[in-house]
């Protein structure tokens, strides 16, 4: 561990080069990264790493383990052990972490997805040595102590389900989720206001499923703005020294394949109204059911103008213009193994009933080959720089490599996924819709329940 004189002579360090009359040593910002945005992966003590030496003083570290919501065993485990991040360790208090991480400069945060818990630290280059320590402290030595999870994590986990229940549209998603995957990818990204906390978790059956989620074989370490060399050393001292492995009967849940189901589901509400109408998507870039040209027919269908004051070029924006109060959005959540094209609309009840007649006639219009080649072509640009520049963002290309990494296939590489993007064809964007109406369709609807259609009076199979 690194001593509170070497964080000190750290910490001078550090103001020392922010004084310009002092030469330093630092790499400038036109290092060797060569501005690559593909990653360079491998392995150190047992753990699978990758890396992006990106030209900049600033680095991003995570650690991406394979314990979202689909794999806990049972409800909030996920969330809760997110929350126990930078929590007491066997070698530092939670004070000491936030002190120390504060004189340096970093940022500490943690979150979790339906497929994978991330926890991460962003700093400046040099300190590379400390937050690769603390990281790798945070996952094997922390100390889930009683007093901690009843004061500070449970307390924050009430406030989350209270969030939960106040949010129709979060409400929809979890729903349409549900009733898309069941179990699995299906399971709540928060647990919901009935779900009894006390009775599923305490900090004893929390460090358990840590040993199984912070496993080697269960997580990887990824770095934006890191030499690969650099990192390979570091990981090699912080990361060889771990926990026994976990007992051979204790693991994590559902890691059987998704599989989509369809349905409808109906909630009444008296804070908004929310309507989602989904079909089952491709999977990640690095998962195994990969389809470009879904990504293009959700920029296709879009909703929203990626110019100002215009309405753009997408054709559900189009189709409910005569809908003031309607915002519509389509999203294509993607994950390892399945994904969810989902189009969602929320405003008054009665303008979302009409709109989402226009929804499933535009839909139509589009499996039949009604409409205009240059649009699928805006649409085919637009989705590739969509993509491409969520790739660039450090938060989703650590988390895609991270999670293709720990699932044994390749790291995110961005240039392969413009290139996949730029085959998809006309006719492909076309037939995806065709195939998509040709099955089940899922519909949650949350809000006044009087006057929300039914996915049957809108003309959807469930």
């Given at each position: 561990?690194?001593?509170?004189?070497?964080?000190?002579?750290?910490?001078?360090?550090?103001?020392?080069?922010?004084?310009?009359?002092?030469?330093?040593?630092?790499?400038?910002?036109?290092?060797?990264?060569?501005?690559?945005?593909?990653?360079?992966?491998?392995?150190?003590?047992?753990?699978?790493?990758?890396?992006?030496?990106?030209?900049?003083?600033?680095?991003?570290?995570?650690?991406?383990?394979?314990?979202?919501?689909r794999y806990q065993?049972?409800?909030?485990?996920?969330?809760?052990?997110?929350?126990?991040?930078?929590?007491?360790?066997?070698?530092?208090?939670?004070?000491?972490?936030?002190?120390?991480?504060?004189?340096?400069?970093?940022?500490?945060?943690?979150?979790?997805?339906?497929?994978?818990?991330?926890?991460?630290?962003?700093?400046?280059?040099?300190?590379?040595?400390?937050?690769?320590?603390?990281?790798?402290?945070?996952?094997?030595k922390t100390k889930?102590?009683?007093?901690?999870?009843?004061?500070?994590?449970?307390?924050?986990?009430?406030?989350?389900?209270?969030?939960?229940?106040?949010?129709?549209?979060?409400?929809?998603?979890?729903?349409?989720?549900?009733?898309?995957?069941?179990?699995?990818?299906?399971?709540?990204?928060?647990?919901?206001?009935?779900?009894?906390?006390?009775?599923?978790?305490?900090?004893?059956?929390?460090?358990?499923?840590?040993k199984a989620a912070?496993?080697?074989?269960?997580?990887?370490?990824?770095?934006?703005?890191?030499?690969?060399?650099?990192?390979?050393?570091?990981?090699?001292?912080?990361?060889?020294?771990?926990?026994?492995?976990?007992?051979?009967?204790?693991?994590?849940?559902?890691?059987?394949?998704?599989?989509?189901?369809?349905?409808?589901?109906?909630?009444?509400?008296?804070?908004?109204?929310?309507?989602?109408?989904?079909?089952?998507?491709?999977?990640?870039?690095?998962?195994?059911?990969?389809?470009?040209?879904?990504?293009?027919?959700?920029?296709?269908?879009?909703?929203?103008?990626?110019?100002?004051?215009?309405?753009?070029?997408?054709?559900?924006?189009?189709?409910?213009?005569?809908?003031?109060?309607?915002?519509?959005?389509?999203?294509?959540?993607?994950?390892?193994?399945?994904?969810?094209?989902?189009?969602?609309?929320?405003?008054?009840?009665?303008?979302?009933?009409?709109?989402?007649?226009?929804?499933?006639?535009?839909?139509?219009?589009?499996?039949?080959?009604?409409?205009?080649?240059?649009?699928?072509?805006?649409?085919?640009?637009?989705?590739?720089?969509?993509?491409?520049?969520?790739?660039?963002?450090?938060?989703?290309?650590?988390?895609?490599?991270?999670?293709?990494?720990?699932?044994?296939?390749?790291?995110?590489?961005?240039?392969?996924?413009?290139?996949?993007?730029?085959?998809?064809?006309?006719?492909?964007?076309?037939?995806?819709?065709?195939?998509?109406?040709?099955?089940?369709?899922?519909?949650?609807?949350?809000?006044?329940?009087?006057?929300?259609?039914?996915?049957?009076?809108?003309?959807?199979?469930?």
């Amino acid at each position: 561990m690194i001593s509170r004189g070497s964080l000190g002579r750290n910490i001078q360090a550090t103001f020392c080069r922010q004084c310009p009359a002092k030469p330093n040593n630092r790499r400038g910002l036109a290092a060797a990264a060569s501005g690559s945005f593909s990653y360079e992966t491998g392995e150190s003590s047992g753990v699978r790493f990758a890396s992006r030496d990106l030209p900049g003083p600033t680095t991003h570290l995570a650690i991406v383990a394979k314990a979202g919501t689909r794999y806990q065993p049972l409800p909030g485990f996920s969330e809760a052990l997110e929350k126990f991040a930078f929590k007491s360790t066997s070698k530092r208090s939670a004070l000491r972490i936030t002190r120390e991480a504060e004189l340096l400069g970093g940022e500490l945060s943690a979150y979790h997805s339906r497929e994978n818990l991330v926890i991460r630290a962003k700093f400046l280059k040099d300190d590379l040595p400390y937050f690769a320590e603390l990281l790798g402290e945070v996952i094997s030595k922390t100390k889930y102590t009683g007093h901690e999870y009843e004061e500070e994590v449970l307390p924050i986990m009430k406030l989350s389900q209270q969030g939960w229940l106040a949010n129709p549209s979060q409400m929809a998603i979890d729903s349409a989720h549900g009733l898309a995957f069941h179990r699995g990818l299906g399971t709540p990204l928060y647990p919901t206001s009935s779900t009894p906390l006390t009775k599923y978790i305490n900090a004893e059956l929390l460090e358990f499923f840590s040993k199984a989620a912070y496993a080697k074989s269960n997580f990887a370490v990824v770095a934006n703005g890191a030499s690969h060399t650099e990192l390979s050393k570091w990981l090699e001292d912080f990361f060889s020294d771990w926990p026994d492995p976990p007992p051979a009967d204790l693991h994590l849940t559902d890691t059987a394949p998704s599989k989509y189901y369809g349905g409808e589901e109906r909630i009444a509400h008296d804070s908004g109204n929310n309507f989602i109408i989904a079909f089952p998507g491709s999977s990640s870039f690095v998962g195994d059911a990969y389809k470009p040209e879904l990504s293009v027919l959700a920029a296709l269908l879009g909703g929203e103008s990626t110019i100002k004051w215009s309405p753009g070029f997408s054709l559900l924006s189009k189709a409910v213009s005569a809908y003031s109060s309607v915002h519509v959005t389509t999203t294509h959540s993607t994950y390892s193994d399945a994904g969810l094209l989902s189009i969602s609309l929320s405003g008054k009840a009665k303008d979302i009933r009409a709109a989402s007649r226009e929804v499933v006639k535009t839909l139509k219009a589009v499996s039949s080959g009604d409409v205009r080649r240059e649009d699928i072509r805006k649409a085919i640009a637009s989705a590739k720089f969509q993509t491409l520049e969520a790739g660039e963002s450090t938060a989703t290309g650590i988390e895609l490599t991270g999670a293709g990494l720990v699932k044994g296939g390749g790291a995110f590489q961005i240039d392969e996924l413009g290139k996949s993007l730029s085959e998809v064809t006309e006719e492909k964007v076309k037939q995806a819709a065709k195939t998509l109406l040709d099955g089940k369709a899922t519909v949650s609807a949350v809000g006044n329940l009087f006057i929300l259609p039914f996915a049957e009076e809108i003309g959807l199979n469930v």
